[in-house]
C-alpha cells in the first residue's frame, strides 16, 4: 500500500463515507457517475489516490451489484445480451487496470471531456426508443462492454454516461433499458477492477465494507427511482451527471 495510510478512519468519518456512499449508489443507479461523489471524499478522508482509487472500487462494485440485480428482477436486463457483455467487460477491465500503472492518466482528460460533451449531445438530439426496445445489435454491444470495460479499469470518469449513451444510440435499447444493461457491464468491470487492486493491496476494507452497506442500499434506491420516473427522469439525471463529470475533469486540468 502506498503512502502513509494503514487503517480505519475514526468512526464518524466512517459513517459520513457511508453516507457518502448511499448517495453516490443511487446516484450511480439512474444514471452513473457515483464516483464523482465517492473518490472526492475518499482524499478528503486522507487516502492517496491510489488507495482512494482501488478502496473506492472495493466499496462501489456492491452498488452497481444490488442495481444490476435489482434491474434484472425488474425484466428490464436484456439476459441473451448479458451473457457476452458481461464477460467481455471483465476482460477489458481486467486490461485496463493492468495497464494502470505504464499511461499517464492525465493525457486522458481532454479526450474524456470532449467525449463526455459529445455523448450528452447525443442524447439530447437522438431520441431513445420509446415503449419496446429495438431488436439488439450484439458486436455493437460486445464491443461496447470490451473497450469501456477497460476504459473503467484503467482510468472510469464517464463509464456509466458511455455505456447509456452507447446502447441508446448505437443498439436502440430505451433510456431506462440501457441503464439496467449499463449497469451489468459496470458490476463487471468494478469487479475486475477490484480483483486488480486488492491483489496489490490498495483496497482498506476497514472502509471499503462498511461503505459497501450504503452502497448496496443505494444501488436498489437509485433503480427503483430510475424504474419509477421513467426515461424523462434517467435522461435528466445522465446529462447533469455529464456536465459535474465536465467540471470535474476542466478543474483538474486547468
Do not use: E, H
Amino acid at each position: 500500500m502506498s503512502g502513509l495510510f494503514v487503517g480505519a478512519l475514526d468512526p464518524l468519518t466512517t459513517g459520513l463515507l457511508v453516507v457518502v456512499a448511499l448517495l453516490a449508489g443511487t446516484v450511480d443507479a439512474i444514471g452513473g457517475g457515483g464516483g464523482l461523489i465517492t473518490l472526492p471524499a475518499l482524499t478528503l478522508a486522507g487516502l492517496p489516490l491510489d488507495v482512494a482509487l482501488a478502496t473506492n472500487k472495493g466499496q462501489s462494485v456492491w452498488g452497481s451489484g444490488a442495481a444490476t440485480i435489482a434491474f434484472w428482477r425488474a425484466g428490464r436486463v436484456d439476459t441473451k445480451q448479458a451473457r457476452f457483455t458481461f464477460p467481455l467487460a471483465l476482460v477489458g477491465a481486467a486490461v485496463g487496470a493492468t495497464a494502470l500503472m505504464s499511461v499517464p492518466k492525465d493525457a486522458l482528460r481532454p479526450i474524456v471531456m470532449v467525449l463526455l460533451v459529445a455523448a450528452a449531445g447525443l442524447l439530447l438530439v437522438k431520441k431513445p426508443s420509446r415503449g419496446a426496445d429495438r431488436p439488439g445489435k450484439p458486436a455493437i454491444a460486445a464491443a461496447l462492454a470490451l473497450v469501456i470495460g477497460a476504459y473503467d479499469g484503467f482510468f472510469g470518469p464517464g463509464t456509466g454516461t458511455f455505456l447509456i449513451v452507447g446502447f441508446v444510440t448505437l443498439c436502440g435499447r430505451s433510456l431506462v433499458s440501457a441503464t439496467a444493461d449499463a449497469k451489468v457491464v459496470n458490476f463487471a468491470s468494478n469487479l475486475a477492477s477490484l480483483v486488480a487492486f486488492a491483489r496489490a493491496g490498495n483496497v482498506v476494507w476497514a472502509i471499503a465494507l462498511p461503505m459497501a452497506i450504503g452502497q448496496l442500499a443505494g444501488g436498489v434506491i437509485g433503480t427503483r427511482l430510475a424504474l419509477k420516473g421513467g426515461a424523462r427522469f434517467v435522461r435528466i439525471a445522465v446529462i447533469t451527471v455529464t456536465g459535474a463529470l465536465v467540471v470535474k475533469l476542466a478543474t483538474q486540468i486547468w
